[in-house]
């Protein structure tokens, strides 16, 4: 039923780029804000950018400003990270979310897709 589908990641070299996508059904798209998190190995999981829907606002990690662009098609029902000048330590495990904008408790996760920056 609640599918959050993640395509996009792989292996880049640093400098490089990947555009992260996640496609969603089951739940009415345009009444979650949703969010992009990873994880890196021993370490917890980070908030990296987030997006309203209603309104289209975003928020984006210090540690990735200026290089992470999040953005959605609500018509599309996907969410797109788009990442640029990678770093090794933007390697982590990328995992989609949707958060309902009017029942905050209502939340799901993707499965997450694998991102290795590296020479």
């Known amino acids: 039923q609640v599918q959050l589908v993640e395509s996009g990641g792989g292996l880049v070299q640093p400098g490089g780029s990947l555009r992260l996508s996640c496609t969603a059904s089951?739940?009415?798209?345009?009444?979650?804000?949703m969010s992009w998190y990873r994880q890196a190995p021993g370490k917890e999981r980070e908030l990296v950018a987030a997006?309203?829907?209603?309104?289209?606002?975003?928020n984006v990690a210090d540690s990735v400003k200026g290089r992470f662009t999040i953005s959605r098609d609500n018509a599309k029902n996907t969410m797109y990270l788009q990442m640029n000048s990678l770093k090794p330590e933007d390697t982590a495990v990328y995992y989609c979310?949707?958060?309902?904008?009017?029942?905050?408790?209502?939340?799901?996760w993707g499965q997450g897709t694998q991102v290795t920056v590296s020479s």
């Open positions: 089951g739940f009415t798209f345009s009444s979650y804000a």
């Open positions: 997006i309203t829907s209603p309104g289209g606002n975003t």
């Open positions: 979310n949707a958060r309902s904008s009017y029942y905050h408790h209502l939340t799901y």
